[in-house]
T-cell receptor, first 112, second 109 residues
Framework: DAGITQSPRHKVTETGTPVTLRCHQT?????MYWYRQDPGHGLRLIHY???????DKGEVSDGYSVSRSKTEDFLLTLESATSSQTSVYFC???????????FGSGTRLTVV | GQNIDQPTEMTATEGAIVQINCTYQ??????LFWYQQHAGEAPTFLSY??LDGLEEKGRFSSFLSRSKGYSYLLLKELQMKDSASYLC??????????WGAGTKLIIKP
């Protein structure tokens, strides 16, 4: 019943290379979010979208960009990957802005 | 600033009851969420409280006191599969979720 999928699930990349993570949903939800999760920290919001081509920054947006050209796809790009961006990245969707989120399975990114 | 505090780790015995506390301080308040996250998996929604009081859902209950900035998640009749991290999150005035670091719950036989 995977209404939200992330790809890739795992990735190892080199410092300085660009990386794009994809989030795809089949629920037609308006809101989509990108989070990173690191040990000892809560989920931290990177960017979010409230509609096609409507995006905004979260608390840890430096070094990341996003795009949403279709309702179902939300892309996260690390413009020039650094070791500090090694993390687990979760995408989430929400029907409205005051509703609970459904999370994707996550992408484990390692920058070497 | 905005802050969510919850214990880092708790241990309980199979069949027992455990209460996981969460205190929050956010700019505005639009509800308190609890999520469960098994190791290596995505968080999954457990409960939502926006009014004071206790919400019961099977073996899990969640309580909210808005005046105290306090919530707890109560798990009864603990099972081994309840071993997971439990994430507390407060929704602020901009409808953004502010997350705690999570409480790792270890269940022993």
């Amino acid at each position: 019943d995977a209404g939200i999928t992330q790809s890739p699930r795992h990735k190892v990349t080199e410092t300085g290379t660009p990386v794009t993570l994809r989030c795809h949903q089949t629920e037609n939800h308006r809101y989509m979010y990108w989070y990173r999760q690191d040990p000892g920290h809560g989920l931290r919001l990177i960017h979010y979208s409230y509609g096609v081509k409507d995006t905004d920054k979260g608390e840890v947006s430096d070094g990341y960009s996003v795009s949403r050209s279709k309702t179902e796809d939300f892309l996260l790009t690390l413009e020039s990957a650094t070791s500090s961006q090694t993390s687990v990245y979760f995408c989430a969707i929400s029907e409205t802005d005051n509703y609970g989120y459904t999370f994707g399975s996550g992408t484990r990114l390692t920058v070497v | 600033g905005q802050n969510i505090d919850q214990p880092t780790e708790m241990t309980a015995t199979e069949g027992a009851i455990v209460q996981i506390n969460c205190t929050y301080q956010t700019s505005g308040f639009n509800g308190l969420f609890w999520y469960q996250q098994h190791a290596g998996e995505a968080p999954t929604f457990l409960s939502y409280n926006v009014l004071d009081g206790l919400e019961e859902k099977g073996r899990f209950s969640s309580f909210l006191s808005r005046s105290k900035g306090y919530s707890y998640l109560l798990l009864k009749e603990l099972q081994m599969k309840d071993s997971a991290s439990y994430l507390c999150a407060s929704m602020d005035s901009n409808y953004q979720l502010i997350w705690g670091a999570g409480t790792k719950l270890i269940i022993k036989p």
